[in-house]
């Protein structure tokens, strides 16, 4: 089901406490590996996702990157430029799905890697739960996911409401992009909870987290030793990170230098270990005031 609903009593809801219906069946996405990357705002999940697209691509995958943010900025540095969103397309068509074709709603980025902006309804009218659906089911409708081999839904900030938990659904793992920094960590740990709510009704498991943006990784690893999260990843505050985006490029097409050569085999170290399947991360979250009390320095 791609629509939130709370009036089906007849349909089981879709965990403890929440308003959404479970998934139709016909909406699953099948055959490829499916990763929903979540994190703080801010903290580069766009950077994340597309760089890994983009080294998934350099392993010889068939990728497509979903975005699930209205601002449809998550794909730029793959395509170059701002795409139409879906949500855009189908009311260009007053949502006759018919009436679109392929190459409307679906772009070729850097090295082969195929991208969609969701989109979403103007602030406070509507569920971006809802265009995620809608994007889901244009895709299978136009076949495009018969031929892919991953799919990496971008989503919006560390929303956890029904609507942008929503990847989720159709999910294999999902990963979370943090700093080694409070704010970051802090909604690290409630994005674990929504990841192990959604676990109880589908396949989706948590991954592990990405650390970004910081030199160190202390309180990261010290926040992972305590639950029981795992670190995939570490990808330091490099200027060259920055640059990238500036030139609407990622980093597999920055001017070469060492400390570029080292980020670009983390990516690819990233997206071959989890083609090869990381296996499910068992953590334990805390709750709020006690992640309060546990962060910071001395």
């Not at 992972?224 to 990170?241: E, K």
Request: negative net charge; hydrophobic residues 40%; charged residues 25%.
């Amino acid at each position: 089901m791609t629509l939130l609903e709370i009036d089906r009593p007849q349909a089981p809801p879709d965990g403890e406490g929440s308003v959404q219906v479970r998934l139709d069946p016909t909406d699953e996405i099948d055959g490829a590996k499916v990763f929903a990357i979540y994190g703080k705002g801010g903290i580069g999940k766009s950077t994340t996702s597309s760089n890994l697209s983009a080294a998934f691509s350099h392993l010889g995958k068939r990728v497509l990157q979903i975005g699930c943010d209205p601002k449809h900025d998550s794909t730029f540095t793959l395509t170059k430029r701002m795409m139409p969103t879906v949500i855009d397309v189908l009311e260009s068509v007053e949502f006759h799905t018919e009436e679109l074709r392929t190459d409307d709603f679906v772009f070729e980025g850097y090295n082969g890697v195929m991208c969609v902006e969701a989109g979403g309804p103007p602030a406070g009218t509507g569920c971006g739960g809802y265009v995620v659906g809608q994007t889901v089911k244009l895709l299978k409708e136009h076949h495009l996911l018969e031929d892919t081999d991953v799919v990496i839904f971008d989503v919006l900030g560390d929303v956890v409401c029904g609507g942008f938990a929503s990847p989720l659904q159709h999910a294999e793992r999902g990963l979370i992009v943090t700093a080694n920094d409070f704010d970051s960590i802090f909604a690290m740990n409630r994005i674990i909870s929504a990841i192990q709510a959604k676990a109880k009704n589908y396949d989706v498991r948590l991954g592990g987290v990405i650390a970004n943006r910081s030199a160190a990784t202390d309180e990261i690893d010290r926040y992972n030793d305590a639950t029981g999260m795992r670190r995939l990843a570490h990808f330091p505050d490099l200027d060259v990170i920055r640059r990238s985006r500036l030139k609407k490029s990622t980093l597999f097409e920055m001017e070469a230098s060492p400390e570029l050569e080292a980020v670009q085999e983390e990516y690819l170290r990233l997206a071959q270990s989890l083609w090869d399947g990381a296996e499910p991360v068992e953590a334990a979250p805390m709750k709020d005031r006690d992640i309060f009390d546990f962060l910071g320095f001395d």
